[in-house]
């Protein structure tokens, strides 16, 4: 990044209006330096001459301190914007891997959905078997609102179903149909144009071969509503009023997803590097920067995507003002300014040295000018005293361009770093709100299934079926410790494991809100405990989502219910630790993370002077933070100065949104300075 910037220095300068001012304050400065300088030479020739030149000298080093300063307001502004757009385009990529990687567990589950194998293995398809499909798989789609379509196909690739379309036949051909037949054993990710999906725009289609009894029966598809979730990603991480500037590319520099406003605008391909570089286009000079995602839990994404950011270079002033936290905390990054301490653990030597060394300059020019007063008094050259004078007066003003650039430099760069703080707050909650997401439509779906309310229908219920059912479920989904069916009388059925296997027959726990799903109206309804302690998690405290099982033959009568234990201690936690600060791909020293409760309790911590269960909340603007969903600071803790960066549970979809679930949690990310 530096060396991008060290060779763009002019054309920043110019754009950044702020610096270009102070370059220009500076250079008028001296020029008027200059030219009283003059005056005193042709009209004080009776003083010393040693005076003068100490002046020179001083107008010399104040020149060479603002060369320093204008390179190093224009790196610190640059590098601000740089380096935000940069991190944003990580979030964005790895937020997106996450979600992806949820999908390839579905695919993988959904194919060996009971209701989807029969389907696929009925020679002869009534319009009842079509209409009891279109109710099946609109309840998952419905459930599962990050896909749009549901598709099946026999081994010849013969659509015999789709969601969008259920009276729809024919024929296709397309290769990643075949693949997911050749590999039965593995999901098949494929984003592109294909004869399935109307052959007119880009899908991203996810797609496993349906197996009974060791033969291949079919394909399912589902498709992901690629388009609008990547809008959803990167509207939460604009700043109010800023244009959308991100781009999804692959490896060869396509682009795969824009706004809608860049698409005709674009070219069609763009050179890929994950340094900042400068691009053209149309006559425009565009600085681009690329982030390449993180894998997740062995997961890298489709292959070879990157997030982009393109930002026309005469924008960096508009897009570093974007990118600038709220008033307050801008006024919170002034006000950090007169702590030396906490200036001393954000800025580098260099930029305290010009702050420091101008002031050094200055009082040697005063010192100069006294003892210029002196001689002229002395040797009686009442007219040079105004041209010393004069000089004071311009030397001060420098000093005070240098202490207001100065002081500029410093919020820039404070500011800037309470935005990260903000920016990896956000996403740690915001990756909680995405991963609770995908457990409220689990423990829906899994209440729906047809072997689970068939048996719970039952007179005699078989009990290993239900385990088989519950321990497949849990083989996919590694995020919960046990999932649970409890029956009518809300007492434990079976596990997916042996571990509470003594439990059956048993009252389910009170605190698990299990009772409360035969007070659900509909199967999109579910109910979630609160963080408390449990015994089917070792008495560790966690949250179990629960949903009714509905008779197979009257869905308005609840027969019992699922429960799924989520394993909170290792997946909060793993979450926390993937946003931490870090340097160089190492955790900043001394940094660590919080989920806590909307009244400080806390939920999970990386830290081991924060234990679940205790109490953290430290004196922020909590009004900020209500009004904007985030806030940034620097406070002390335990006697040590931190960014902390703070950010409210905002829901994602649906969930904690339109639901009814209602569950304020809060993201806190600390770095010493």
């Not at 600038?324 to 950090?336: F, I, K, M, V």
Request: aromatic share 10%; proline share 2%; with cysteine.
């Amino acid at each position: 990044m530096d060396v991008f910037i060290a060779q763009h220095q002019d054309a920043m300068k110019r754009a950044i209006k702020e610096v270009d001012q102070y370059d220009r304050d500076l250079k008028s400065l001296s020029t008027w330096w200059e030219k009283i300088a003059l005056i005193g030479k042709i009209n004080s020739l009776d003083v010393a001459s040693t005076i003068l030149e100490d002046m020179e000298t001083t107008l010399e080093q104040f020149h060479g301190l603002q060369e320093k300063l204008i390179e190093s307001l224009v790196s610190e502004h640059a590098r601000k914007v740089i380096g935000q757009n940069w991190s944003r385009c990580q979030v964005a990529i790895d937020v997106l891997i996450r979600n992806l990687f949820e999908r390839t567990a579905d695919i993988g589950f959904l194919a060996t959905d009971d209701d989807v194998v029969r389907y696929l293995k009925k020679a002869n398809l009534e319009e009842e078997d079509r209409l009891f499909m279109q109710q099946r798989l609109q309840a998952y789609i419905d459930i599962y609102s990050v896909y749009h379509n549901a598709l099946l196909l026999t081994p010849q690739g013969e659509v015999v179903f789709e969601l969008s379309q259920p009276s729809r036949t024919g024929k296709v051909n397309d290769a990643f149909i075949q693949q997911a037949l050749d590999n039965p054993d593995d999901y098949v990710e494929y984003f592109g144009i294909t004869e399935l999906m109307g052959g007119h725009e880009d899908n991203l289609l996810y797609a496993n071969a349906v197996v009974d009894n060791g033969v291949v029966i079919g394909v399912i598809v589902l498709s992901f509503r690629f388009q609008n979730e990547l809008e959803g990603i990167i509207n939460h991480l604009l700043a109010e009023d800023e244009t959308n500037h991100f781009l999804l590319l692959n490896s060869a520099g396509n682009v795969l997803f824009a706004p809608f406003y860049y698409q005709k605008d674009l070219p069609e391909r763009f050179s890929i590097a994950l340094e900042p570089q400068l691009v053209t286009n149309k006559g425009n000079e565009l600085v681009q920067v690329c982030a390449k995602g993180t894998a997740y839990q062995g997961y890298a994404g489709p292959k070879d995507w990157l997030m982009s950011s393109l930002v026309a270079i005469h924008e960096i002033e508009s897009n570093t003002r974007g990118a600038l936290p709220s008033s307050s905390a801008q006024e919170r990054a002034s006000s950090t300014g007169t702590d030396t301490d906490i200036i001393t653990g954000l800025v580098s030597d260099d930029l305290l040295d010009i702050r420091n060394r101008s002031t050094a300059i200055n009082d040697d020019l005063e010192l100069i000018v006294l003892n210029g007063i002196i001689t002229a008094a002395r040797k009686e050259a009442v007219e040079f005293m105004p041209v010393l004078e004069a000089i004071k007066k311009i030397g001060r003003d420098i000093d005070g361009v240098f202490a207001d650039s100065i002081s500029s430099l410093f919020t820039t760069i404070i500011s800037g770093q309470l935005n990260a703080m903000r920016l990896q707050a956000s996403l740690a909650v915001d990756i909680m709100d995405r991963n609770l997401y995908e457990r409220a439509n689990d423990c829906r779906w899994w209440g729906l299934n047809s072997l689970l309310r068939a048996e719970l229908s039952s007179q005699t219920l078989d009990q290993t079926r239900i385990e088989h059912t519950l321990a497949k479920i849990h083989s996919l989904y590694t995020v919960y410790h046990t999932l649970y069916v409890f029956d009518r009388q809300g007492r434990y059925v079976a596990f997916s494991d042996d571990q509470y296997k003594e439990r059956i027959g048993h009252d389910i726990e009170p605190q698990s809100a299990g009772q409360s799903v035969f007070e659900l109206d509909d199967i999109y309804s579910y109910r979630v405990s609160d963080f408390v302690p449990f015994d089917c998690y070792d008495q560790q405290k966690t949250y179990i989502y629960n949903a009714a099982i509905r008779d197979s033959n009257d869905a308005a009568n609840i027969v019992g219910g699922i429960g799924i234990v989520f394993d909170s201690s290792v997946e909060f936690k793993a979450i926390l630790q993937d946003i931490l600060p870090k340097e160089n791909g190492v955790v900043k020293e001394g940094s660590f993370a919080l989920f806590t409760t909307e009244t400080g309790e806390i939920l999970s911590s990386t830290s081991e002077a924060y234990n679940i269960g205790q109490h953290f909340m430290p004196e922020i603007d909590v009004a900020e933070l209500k009004r904007e969903g985030t806030t940034a600071c620097v406070l002390t803790l335990s006697g040590h100065s931190f960014l902390i960066g703070a950010a409210q549970s905002a829901g994602y979809r649906e969930y904690k949104r339109d639901d009814g679930y209602i569950n304020d949690v809060i993201a806190w990310v600390m770095m010493p300075c």
